[in-house]
Nanobody, 119 residues
Framework: QVQLVESGGGLVQAGGSLRLFCAAPGRTPSIGYMGWFRQAPEKEREFVASISWNDAYTASAPSMKSRSTISKDNLKNTVFLQMNSLKPEDTALYYC????????????WGQGTQVTVSS
């Protein structure tokens, strides 16, 4: 079982920045990848960024690639998502998720942290 706790969301003006945090307290057995996803009202959940647990690989959605950085603190079992030049369309509930080694899906999810970007 992997527990994930997100934080760092909030209200920011367009053009501003936010840093999201995802803590994985306790044991983190066999995690292959950590990812960030978001879901806006009346829209489907979409991929934002991911990072391999060994830091060898990262990936970002095209809409966020130039405006976000995903990173990880191995000692603290924490994943960060730095988002810059935020736009109103980035407003969503942001979720952290974990995918185990060899798994095809993200099976573990946090509760989400709200990001609201005002125009």
């Amino acid at each position: 079982q992997v527990q994930l706790v997100e934080s760092g969301g909030g209200l920011v003006q367009a053009g501003g920045s936010l840093r999201l945090f995802c803590a994985a307290p306790g044991r983190t057995p066999s995690i292959g990848y950590m990812g960030w996803f978001r879901q806006a009202p009346e829209k489907e959940r979409e991929f934002v960024a991911s990072i391999s647990w060994n830091d060898a690989y990262t990936a970002s959605a095209p809409s966020m690639k130039s405006r976000s950085t995903i990173s990880k603190d191995n000692l603290k079992n924490t994943v960060f998502l730095q988002m810059n030049s935020l736009k109103p369309e980035d407003t969503a509930l942001y979720y952290c998720a974990a995918r185990l080694n060899g798994a095809q899906i993200y099976a573990y999810w946090g509760q989400g942290t709200q990001v609201t970007v005002s125009s």
